[in-house]
């Protein structure tokens, strides 16, 4: 069973901790992305995972088998193990099947069964009819091919990716996203995924781990991560948010009422009670114009996107990004009344800035 458990896990150099007080399991099967900014920890995390890098606190398991803690460490070549880089990290003077048989070569595998797991390999991923080619005469979604056949021909029980589709085209990275995910399905190994791409980590995972400054700050699935943000951090990393300050002046049960410069007030969802200062999270889908609404706001800026106007509106106690259709979109300076729909409220502490938005 590939469950793979960190816990307390901590990576310190010198004075700093590039990782700390970190929890998370991945189950059986189960497809998680570690996101973050560049310089949360996500990598060095998922290299102590794949035992290049020694954790200075806590442990990794896999199943039953503990791979490291300060003092105990269980080689890479032993951990059952795949890992695909950035850098795709081909062989330049190999072919593609040389390089994909030759996890098969180093576990000295007899030569029948070297050729038919390479050949099954690279028909997973639609490169056999390339295999005698070098990766010179590659593109670069087929080397990263190569990287991910030349993972699965060892038949890991967990399969370990960092960035690997960032070096690639958007209209590239959108193929190899569907193919990454096609063959998670279908082969069922259990996928620890890198990636600072949000839209990335959505489109793939069973659950998103959000990571800033070494930590954890929020785990779920991707609807969860996006509809219910644990943080203004998360709310402005995992899609596109907007930030008001306000005051908040009555919790009441699961709802709070927030009065907002200007005199607007607004009685907002909000699980946790919260008073004084606060910061409230506006997706722009959760933004509905309504002639009645209570609240209003000028457009100061206006973009056309084909399928759509993304309109900012200068509002009570900070700007909105409100997307609407192309017909009947208000024209810049034009006033809009509207109402929101859902919510995040947060109180306000240095994490945001003056503006409203969330400082990283």
């Known amino acids: 069973m590939a469950r793979v458990v960190l816990e307390d896990l901590g990576k310190r150099y010198g004075a700093v901790w590039a990782v700390r007080d970190l929890h998370l399991a991945v189950d059986d099967g189960e497809f998680v992305s570690l996101l973050g900014p560049s310089g949360c920890g996500k990598t060095t995390t998922l290299r102590m995972v794949a035992g290049f890098v020694r954790p200075s606190h806590g442990r990794i398991a896999v199943g039953d088998e503990v791979l490291s803690t300060p003092t105990w460490h269980v080689p890479p070549e032993r951990r059952g193990m795949a890992m695909v880089f950035q850098s795709y990290a081909v062989w330049p003077h190999m072919t593609v099947f040389q390089n994909v048989a030759y996890p098969l070569r180093c576990a000295r595998v007899g030569p ?99 990571m800033r400054d070494g930590r954890l700050e929020q785990v779920g699935t991707p609807q969860e991560v996006y509809e219910s943000p644990a943080s203004p951090f998360v709310a402005g990393f995992v899609g596109t948010a907007s930030f008001l300050e306000g005051e908040a002046v009555a919790w009441r049960e699961a ?39 209570p609240l209003r706001g000028r457009v100061v800026r206006r973009a056309y996107m084909g399928d759509r106007v993304d309109c900012t509106l200068e509002g009570p106690g900070g700007r909105l990004l409100w997307r609407t259709s192309v017909p009947g979109a208000p024209a810049l300076g034009e006033e809009v009344a509207f109402r929101v ?5 947060y109180p306000r502490t240095a994490a945001t800035t003056s503006d409203g938005s969330v400082a990283t």
Request: glycine residues 4%.
């Open 255 to 293: 709802s709070v009422e927030v009065a907002f410069p200007g005199g607007a007030r607004l009685c907002l969802p909000c699980p946790r009670p919260v008073e004084g200062p606060v910061v409230v999270c506006v997706r722009p889908e959760w933004l509905a114009p309504d002639p009645r609404g």
């Open 112 to 210: 029948a069964e070297l050729q038919a797991r390479t050949r099954r390999a690279l028909e997973l991923v639609r490169m056999h009819q390339l295999a005698d080619r070098y990766p010179h005469e590659l593109s670069g979604g087929q080397q990263q091919r190569v990287a991910l056949a030349r993972a699965l021909v060892a038949e890991p029980s967990v399969l370990l990716l960092d960035e690997p589709l960032s070096n690639l085209d958007a209209r590239l990275r959108e193929e190899m996203r569907e193919e990454v995910a096609e063959l998670q399905r279908r082969l069922g190994f259990t996928v620890l995924y890198v990636t600072h791409d949000q839209a990335e980590a959505m489109a793939l995972s069973d659950r998103v781990a959000v």
């Open 341 to 345: 729909l859902r919510s995040a409220v």
